[in-house]
């Protein structure tokens, strides 16, 4: 009953711990059964609900010594170990109270301050990815807590707004006045970073840009203060069926989203793709440059091949012979010279990339790594199949596995020089032709002439579709093979099926048969 004494007791275990009751009863259920009670509270909680006590988390908090070399992890920008560190032991990144774990003591830096100090914004980006992940919730407090969503929410809004103790700087003040503008970049591209809390002076981000370092590098300056505006984002709005014509949106951001306007009767328009971020009055701009494009000269509309690939006209072009994919396009080439990052939904990856970057090529590598390896497993499913057949009929002729064996065994089958003909060969006469045959243009001409390429692996099946055109005019060439092997294997396909669809290919190999079969 005196607590008092109870500490003084407790000082004997070095692992044990007190727990509090309000009544000797629950005290002594508890004693007996270990397991916390279901307290109604006809107070705080609605008639017929029950309050269950939260059960404390397996993890351990770190010693000081892993602290130290968590800290230090992070200095170094170890990315592999920093992430296997926090999801070994959350404990890294929370703490107790649900509040960000702190890792530097006297200034109470958490993780997010020391790596924005580092200048890690590959850290910084994993951090805030990880405490606002709600597995990671879910992988501290166990399956007992319901509300994994809305903590992760909490806790990305404390790491990415809580002061520190001296200044009273957030990260974002940190980032701001050491000019890392890429660190700048990341934090205010989560929508709850706050930024206009003032420090220990009442001053904004916005006021010490470049103050501590960097005075003289006014592009610096001006681009930090660019990121710090509010940031616009300029959407295409597509219908699911395209039944409705491509709609290039209005600049929205995330503190004023774009409004959408629901027609029941109407099809549903969604997001596929946006540029962005930017400034207002840049992303009106850039929203005005790309859905009127100027035109320099008055000529009808031509065929994409035959313009300028730069040209207004061969933007236009693209708008009426591309409906699925001509605005994006056009987007797209417009992002790269306004330097501003592009996404686009990609439905065969269910997912926004860009592959114009490392991180989009990774996501399309991925895909034809497995498209490849079902290719593989269905050609080995065959061959099995054709030789257990062949084992099983001894005496049957086996079957040709692949259509030049089976060419060149009817080729066989043919040749005057066969055991089964030699004896009549004598007897035949042959007769040459009055003229040549007449030339024949058949599909089979275009097989044989790629007969060498062999099977061919597309996005789709086994021969290219409007998917493979569009995602090879969004991949910039040339490719490593070395880095991304199945893309470059992929991107060599379609060059091959490009020459062979081509008119002018078309048009040179029928010159060439003429010129073979003409008398």
């Known amino acids: 009953m005196d607590k008092a004494e109870a500490l003084k007791v407790i000082k004997e275990f070095k692992t044990g711990r007190l727990k509090s009751f309000k009544k000797r009863s629950e005290a002594e259920e508890y004693a007996k059964t270990g397991f916390e009670k279901i307290l109604c509270n006809n107070n705080s909680t609605a008639a017929g609900m029950v309050a269950v006590e939260e059960k404390s988390s397996n993890f351990k908090a770190p ?29 890294y990144l929370i703490g107790i109270g ?26 910084c980006e994993l951090i805030l990815n990880t405490v606002g992940n709600a597995e990671f919730i879910k992988l501290l407090y166990g399956d007992e807590c319901k509300s994994y969503l809305d903590r992760a929410q909490i806790m990305l809004d404390l790491y990415l707004n809580t002061p520190d103790k001296g200044l009273n700087e957030t990260p974002l003040h940190f980032a701001v006045k050491f000019g890392f503008k890429n660190v700048v970049k990341v934090l205010v591209s989560y929508p709850c970073c706050v930024k206009t809390l003032p420090n220990k002076y009442k001053q904004l981000p916005i006021d010490i840009i470049c103050s501590r370092t960097c005075q003289g590098d006014e592009e610096l300056k001006k681009e930090i203060r660019l990121l710090l505006e509010d940031q616009y984002y300029v959407p295409v709005l597509r219908s699911d069926d395209n039944t409705l014509q491509p709609v290039i949106g209005e600049p929205f951001s995330p ?47 031509k065929k994409i091949f035959e313009d300028e690939p730069d040209s207004p006209i061969n933007n236009l ?29 990609w439905p065969f990856l269910d997912d ?7 991180d989009g090529l990774a996501k399309l590598e991925t895909y034809l790594e497995h498209k490849f390896y079902d290719q593989l497993l269905q050609y080995n499913k065959r061959f099995f199949l054709h030789s257990s057949k062949t084992n099983s009929n001894p005496g049957k002729e086996a079957e040709p596995t692949d259509e030049l064996d089976y060419l060149y065994n009817k080729l066989q089958s043919c040749s005057l020089f066969n055991a089964e003909n030699e004896d009549s060969i004598d007897e035949l006469e042959f007769f040459t032709p009055p003229s040549s045959p007449k030339l024949i243009v058949d599909r089979s001409d275009d097989e044989m002439y790629i007969a060498e390429e062999g099977p061919a692996t597309f996005l789709e099946g086994s021969e290219p579709t409007k998917l493979d055109y569009a995602v090879y005019y969004a991949v910039l060439s040339p490719i490593n093979s070395t880095t991304y092997p199945n893309i470059y294997r992929w991107q060599q396909d379609m060059q091959l099926a490009m020459k062979r669809d081509s008119p002018r290919t078309n048009n040179t190999r029928l010159s060439r048969r003429k010129l073979i079969l003409s008398p």
């Open 255 to 301: 503190t004023s989203p774009m409004s959408i306007k629901l027609d029941p009767l109407s099809p549903r328009l969604e997001v596929r793709a946006f540029a962005g971020p930017m400034t207002k009055s840049r992303a009106l701009e850039f929203r005005k440059e790309w859905k009127t494009p100027p035109r320099r000269r008055m000529t009808p509309v």
């Open 98 to 123: 649900d509040t960000p774990a702190i890792l530097q003591e006297g200034c109470r830096y958490n993780a997010l301050h020391i790596a924005v100090r580092a200048d890690k914004p590959d850290i």
């Open 352 to 358: 926004f990339a860009d592959f114009r970057t490392s």
């Open 63 to 91: 010693r000081s010594q892993d602290l130290v070399c968590f800290r230090k992890l992070i200095r170094d920008g170890n990315l592999c170990a920093v992430k296997t560190t926090s999801w070994g032991n959350p404990r």
């Open 317 to 345: 072009s693209l708008r009426l012979q591309d409906p699925e994919k001509g605005l994006e396009r056009i987007g797209r080439d417009l992002a790269e010279e306004y330097h501003v990052s592009w996404k686009e939904f």
